[in-house]
């Protein structure tokens, strides 16, 4: 499996100079490259060399590596603008977003990240430095900061391209690594079920609550202090605005990697596979009130996903993703689907119900047999809401019916159809 490396360079005053020329010279090329590409409509990389490889090495003063570079990283920037669009992730083609897409070519920022490869960079583990390539020459005994798993995992995995930024006033490196991974645990029975959630980031059929209160009130004083800032246009504000930018999107990730750790290490300990809910297009789903729409997409679901998904292929644990549909709704204890078992956000009732009452009931071919005098029992199990989702999850999730390679995922058949659970409320309480 590919991961990606990153460490802080620590370059002299002359080798920051050279490295943000560099930079800036690439991007230009870039920006001017996409115009070419958008007006002559060429996006293939072979194509476009015609067009625009020797003026970008003659203008520029790149090395031939550098000018391919440019290119490529060109037409790759098109073929996911194409991918996107393809996908609706821009809107309708009628929308305003996805006419400024198309209507004007690709341009890249000054301090945008460009690739290197071997033969532009070289890597020394042992002295942590590396030697690259800039239009003032190769600078050789530039140093470079990295964790220590990091640094080892760098020595003996990385391979392919590696890509030179500048953030926030630091120059990074992060390196490709193809890491090796655990054999599949295809022996699994039982899987740990993972309700995920806004108010309660990640909860487990085994009970475990990460609560996200701490996180939102974060959220929340950044939104508010961000609306202030941005009110007052002053020197100051903006500084301040400019120092806290990504603040909030590092703390969740930081969140988001703990979580995905600790569930993938608990479910590898007790040789288990892991459930999790299939949240594909859930943003598009529902309209929600203005207040809520912000909650929403501060949501980073995908990431959390995202995470748990790699974490466990290099763990070797098995991951399946279950249709989220009735989930929230049906008691873990009885089977039982009804809307009202969901009292709240955090609290799931199975109430008893003891008293007659009318219920229209289903003949064997699916028809109607009228009206008759019912008795509807309950478990009266009381639960928190998300631990009672999770074990739901846990009860759908089985092993995939072939044997699956190391890091794949499959999706078992949803907990109950909609026509099965129109029959069974039907059947329970009576049609409504």
């Given at each position: ?13 002359v ?15 870039a ?20 067009h625009?490889y ?7 003063n790149l ?5 391919q570079?440019?290119i ?5 920037a ?8 393809t ?13 400024r ?10 301090e ?8 532009m960079?070289?890597?020394q583990?042992t ?5 690259i390539?800039?239009?003032s ?5 530039v140093?470079?900061t ?36 655990a054999?599949?645990?295809i ?11 806004i108010v309660?980031?990640a ?10 209160r701490?996180l939102?009130r974060?959220?929340l004083?950044?939104?508010?202090l ?12 903006k ?36 459930a ?10 529902v309209?929600?009130?203005k ?7 501060y949501?980073?679901?995908a ?15 098995p ?10 709704r ?5 089977e ?31 028809g109607l047999?009228?009206s ?50 129109r ?10």
């Amino acid at each position: 499996m590919k991961l990606t490396v990153q460490v802080k360079l620590l370059p002299t005053p002359v080798q920051a100079a050279a490295l943000e020329a560099t930079l800036h010279a690439r991007n230009e090329a870039a920006t001017w490259v996409s115009s070419v590409a958008f007006e002559r409509d060429v996006k293939r990389n072979f194509a476009l060399c015609e067009h625009t490889y020797t003026a970008v090495k003659d203008r520029w003063n790149l090395g031939a590596q550098a000018a391919q570079h440019v290119i490529k990283k060109t037409c790759d920037a098109y073929t996911t603008l194409k991918a996107n669009l393809t996908a609706g992730n821009l809107g309708k083609p009628s929308s305003r977003r996805y006419r400024r897409a198309v209507e004007k070519p690709i341009s890249f920022r000054p301090e945008g990240a460009q690739p290197y490869d071997d033969r532009m960079l070289s890597w020394q583990y042992t002295q942590r430095t590396v030697s690259i390539w800039t239009l003032s020459g190769r600078m050789k005994e530039v140093a470079f900061t990295a964790a220590p798993e990091h640094l080892a995992r760098l020595a003996l995995y990385r391979k392919g391209e590696s890509d030179l930024l500048y953030r926030d006033g630091m120059w990074f490196l992060t390196a490709t690594c193809e890491v090796p991974e655990a054999e599949l645990n295809i022996g699994v029975t039982q899987f740990l079920g993972v309700d995920l959630g806004i108010v309660n980031i990640a909860t487990t059929s085994d009970g475990q609550i990460m609560a996200g209160r701490r996180l939102n009130r974060g959220r929340l004083r950044e939104r508010t202090l961000r609306t202030k800032l941005q009110r007052k246009h002053t020197p100051s504000a903006k500084r301040r605005l400019r120092k806290r930018r990504r603040k909030e999107a590092r703390r969740v990730k930081d969140i988001n990697h703990k979580i995905a750790k600790h569930v993938v290490a608990e479910a590898e300990r007790t040789g288990r596979g892991i459930a999790l809910e299939d949240l594909t297009g859930i943003r598009a789903r529902v309209r929600l009130r203005k207040p809520q729409r912000a909650t929403l997409h501060y949501w980073a679901s995908a990431q959390l996903g995202e995470f748990f998904a790699y974490k466990a292929r290099k763990a070797g644990v098995p991951v399946v993703y279950v249709d989220p549909a009735y989930t929230s709704r049906t008691c873990a204890q009885c089977e039982h689907i009804d809307k009202a078992n969901r009292v709240s956000q955090a609290r799931f009732v199975r109430r008893w119900l003891t008293a007659p009452r009318v219920a229209t009931t289903l003949s064997h071919d699916g028809g109607l047999n009228g009206s008759e005098i019912v008795t509807v029992n309950s478990c009266g199990v009381v639960a928190h809401a998300d631990w009672n989702g999770s074990r739901n999850r846990s009860t759908v999730a089985r092993p995939a019916p072939t044997p699956m390679t190391a890091g794949s995922c499959w999706r078992p058949a949803p907990l109950m159809s909609a026509g099965d659970v129109r029959r069974h409320c039907l059947v329970g309480y009576g049609r409504r």
